[in-house]
Structure formats: structure tokens, C-alpha cells
């Protein structure tokens, strides 16, 4: 039998990492990053250091979630109000791929 590689892999800055995480562990994972239990999420294509998402909470208590999809010209950058905004925004890049 064959192991399947990850498709996409998450960390947070603690160290904590998922592969092939569902939107409810990157839900759980953004919780963290709510209560302030970590400061930042990256999920990335596995295999690539060019197709990532990251997300981090700004001192207000919006966040910005960042994307990129290859070269410069694919990093796109946006600020939303929420939690929830951000986890749809992280999910709808991370099952679009």
C-alpha cells in the first residue's frame, strides 16, 4: 500500500502543524490565533515555498491574510474585520487548488 503525501500543510508560528487540514482545523487553528495563543497561520501548497496563504491578527483585532499562487505578481494581500472573514478567506484558497 501507498502512502498519500499531504497536499497541504499548516503551521502556526508555535510550532503546531496539520496536514491536509479541513476548515474545521483551520477554524481551530485561527482560534488560536484569536485568544492569542499564537500569532500567525501558514498554509502552503506541500512541496512549494511559492503557493502559500498566511494569516495573522493585528493589534486592533482585524486580521490580514495574505495569498500567493507562484511568482510576485500572483501575492495578493487583504484585511479583513474578523475571524470568520479570514476562515473563509483561508478556505476558499486552500479547496480551490
Do not use: N
Amino acid at each position: 500500500m501507498t502512502t498519500r503525501r499531504p497536499i497541504l500543510h499548516a503551521r502556526l508560528d508555535t510550532g503546531d502543524t496539520v496536514d491536509d487540514p479541513s476548515e474545521d482545523a483551520l477554524f481551530l487553528l485561527l482560534e488560536d490565533i484569536d485568544t492569542q495563543d499564537a500569532l500567525w497561520i501558514i498554509v502552503e501548497k506541500a512541496g512549494t515555498d511559492e503557493v502559500y496563504a498566511q494569516c495573522i491578527r493585528l493589534e486592533d483585532g482585524s486580521y490580514q491574510v495574505e495569498r500567493r499562487l507562484g511568482d510576485e505578481s500572483t501575492h495578493e494581500t487583504v484585511q479583513v474585520a474578523d475571524m470568520r472573514t479570514a476562515h473563509e478567506r483561508l478556505t476558499s484558497w486552500a479547496f480551490t487548488l
